[in-house]
């Protein structure tokens, strides 16, 4: 390849990447997982999600990730929730995201084929249990990445320094996002978005200092499902210039951060429920017999006084 060509293909290569990150941008809620009153994955329900989140106007939806009780799912179960939601998602305007991390990276390797076999729009993997040998963790993205071609997302936390993350993706061209939840956020943020403004930089922790990371350059944030489309509507507000009604309508989704945080995943569960998306609450995972009605009373008002207050 002579010189002049091998310019173009880089500069049309970066410009992909560029609109790769600008088309990967909002509110892409992490998808809670249902289960039947026989402990199966309920994949009707499932489906049903994807329908909901739809109509909340997210951008993107993301499976199965920490608040999808991913380390409770078997692998089939992954692999027919994988397929129920991309066909459930098909036709339909947000992303679909789906995730392939696994404990070893043989696991995750196989997850990441079966993900690039269905085309879902990116994948994400959470880091390996051990994940304070880097070396090791950088060969396991590297190993996703080797087999699927998907714009891949990394999920920081622990020790994964920016800088370790910068100098992954330079070495991965399809690692061009981040959901950073390593150490404090905000100034993470404002690291990345110092050394290298093509890395989208998304957020978790039920987005509780949302417009503090949009207002330091942030592309989107993870949230619970069950009201995804009062963080749509905060998203919406704040990019259409309109600052003062972003803030007040971030108040009010921030009385429901502080009680599911306060009562955990069977809380984002109910309100599912209560919106007609799941039949219960079940959860596999630990804690899930703490939501007692108290709790239950207490979601339900403070959802009446969000949702009245609009």
Excluded at 18 to 34: C, D, F, H, N, S
Excluded at 111 to 134: F, M, S, W
Excluded at 237 to 250: E, I, N, S, T, V
Aim: glycine share 8%; net charge positive.
């Amino acid at each position: 390849m002579d010189r002049r060509r091998f310019l173009f293909t880089l500069t049309a290569s970066a410009l992909a990447r560029a609109e790769e990150t600008k088309r990967l941008a909002g509110i892409y809620p992490i998808m809670q997982t249902p289960f039947s009153e026989s402990n199966a994955l309920d994949l009707e329900a499932l489906a049903k999600q994807v329908k909901f989140l739809d109509r909340c106007g997210v951008h993107g939806m993301v499976w199965p990730q920490l608040a999808s009780e991913w380390s409770e799912l078997s692998r089939d179960e992954r692999i027919t929730g994988a397929e129920t939601i991309v066909a459930a998602a098909k036709g339909l305007k947000p992303k679909v995201i789906l995730g392939v991390q696994a404990p070893d990276v043989d696991g995750a390797v196989q997850y990441a084929r079966h993900a690039d076999k269905l085309g879902p729009d990116g994948i994400i993997a959470l880091p390996l249990p051990d994940q304070k040998n880097l070396d090791a963790l950088a060969a396991y993205y590297r190993a996703i990445a080797r087999v699927c071609a998907r714009p891949l997302f990394v999920q920081a936390i622990g020790n994964m320094s920016v800088e370790f993350i910068l100098k992954l993706a330079r070495e991965i061209p399809s690692l061009r996002f981040v959901k950073d939840e390593a150490g404090h956020t905000l100034s993470r943020i404002s690291a990345y978005r110092k050394i290298d403004k093509s890395i989208s930089i998304f957020t978790g922790g039920h987005g509780r200092s949302m417009l503090d990371e949009m207002a330091r350059g942030s592309a989107g944030t993870m949230p619970a499902a069950g009201f995804a489309d009062l963080y749509v509507q905060v998203w919406d507000l704040w990019k259409a210039g309109k600052r003062p009604q972003a803030m007040d309508a971030f108040g009010r989704v921030g009385l429901l951060i502080t009680q599911v945080q306060a009562y955990g995943l069977p809380s984002l569960k109910y309100l599912l429920q209560q919106r007609g998306v799941f039949t219960n609450t079940r959860c596999r995972g630990k804690n899930a017999d703490v939501f007692d009605e108290e709790a239950r009373r207490a979601i339900m008002e403070t959802y009446a006084f969000v949702r009245g207050a609009k």
